[in-house]
């Protein structure tokens, strides 16, 4: 199973940061491969809470929170799978403070579909697009966290 993991640093105390992640339905108020977001549940946190999301590629995506530890990390699964070809991802976000700063950590697990026809697709261009929204996203993070700006 593929593994991906991105870091980056916000000059902005873990509680902050912990609030903007917390807010599970807003995502796209700061992620820029999220084009509109809302929940599907009463709940906007916790276990079991659930968010559908209109994407950048044109996608709809459903995702449910697996894992909540709160003021620290969540875990959230795509069931459905994305892009036609990934069979299951699971997103974890994590928030450590850090001196005068906070760090933002997500990894990314995630299974192919057609066995080594899916392997290859991984190798040549799926992994690619992985990295870079999960990279476009945390420096959207890091930008509306930073400047209160929503993305542009």
Do not use: C
């Not at 980056?8 to 807010?23: E, F, H, Q, R, T």
């Not at 994407?55 to 894992?67: D, K, L, Q």
């Not at 080594?116 to 890091?142: E, F, H, P, Y």
């Amino acid at each position: 199973m593929p593994r991906l993991t991105k870091r980056i640093s916000i000059n902005a105390s873990a509680d902050k940061v912990w609030g903007v992640l917390a807010d599970f339905g807003g995502v796209a108020k700061w992620a820029p491969t999220v084009v509109e977001s809302h929940l599907t549940t009463e709940a906007n946190g916790g276990v079991g809470a659930k968010r559908m999301l209109a994407v950048s590629t044109g996608e709809s995506v459903e995702e449910v929170v697996v894992e909540w530890n709160e003021g620290r990390s969540f875990t959230f699964q795509i069931p459905a799978g994305l892009a036609s070809v990934v069979k299951m991802l699971q997103e974890t976000w994590t928030v450590e403070p850090a001196l005068k700063e906070s760090v933002v950590a997500v990894t990314m697990d995630y299974t192919m579909k057609y066995g080594i026809i899916g392997t290859a697709l991984d190798s040549l261009m799926v992994g690619r697009a992985l990295r870079k929204m999960l990279a476009q996203n945390l420096a959207g993070l890091k930008h509306h966290i930073e400047t209160g700006e929503a993305k542009g």
